[in-house]
């Protein structure tokens, strides 16, 4: 099945450090979103991003939505050791009054040091 | 607020044998999704339910099939398991499902060996 480009692959860095990563598509979305997903549990929204440029934070995540509507980035300021997990872009086409799929990423594993 | 509630969390099965997992979403949500997660793969739609109907449906065969009930509850079944149906099986629950973000239960890991 289809996955969109997520990089990077892993990443450790050290607590305090501000993280990058983004999510590329060959196809467009109207719609993404970024989750987190720790060890033995489902993934949580972290952002949804509903327009072409739109800039969203929660917190210290910001994430934009890529004017081309084929990617779309996060980042996170000032990281904790919470911060730690697998970070998955979603892609999602919803037409009027249609049902839609998420299309993920293959994941940014996050891995913060003291 | 309840969450998504799947069971069972953990499963083994034989191959050739069948499973059903269940998935009660979030009071009030009438959209229920289902996703495999794999090493390999990642996280692969499988389908979609909507006021008991199938209304999408990902590319895995035949031996994956889904229903919903009145109440919105789901439960998806595989059929004559194998080695690869090994993974964590992701139920995700939305008000409508038409756009935005999914809530995802926690998972039923299945082993098949």
Redesign the interface.
Known sequence: ?Q?LNQSPQSMFIQEGEDVSMNCTSSSIFN?W?W?KQDP??????LI?L?KAGELTSNGRLTAQFGITRKDSFLNISASIPSDVGIY?C?G?I?GT???????????TRLQVTL | KAG?TQTPRYLIKTRGQQVTLSCSPISGHR?V?W?QQTPG?????LF?Y?SETQ??K??FPGRFSGRQFSNSRSEMNVSTLELGDSALY?C?SSPQ???????????TRLTVV
């Open positions: 099945g996955q719609t979103l989750y033995g549990e489902g993934p949580v929204l949804a509903y998955f979603a999602q919803v009054g249609t049902a839609s799929k998420l299309t993920f990423g293959t994941g | 998504v959209s999704s996703y793969q990642g996280l692969q739609f979609e909507f209304r999408n990902g590319n992701l995700a499902g038409t756009r935005g973000g999914y809530t995802f239960g926690s998972g």
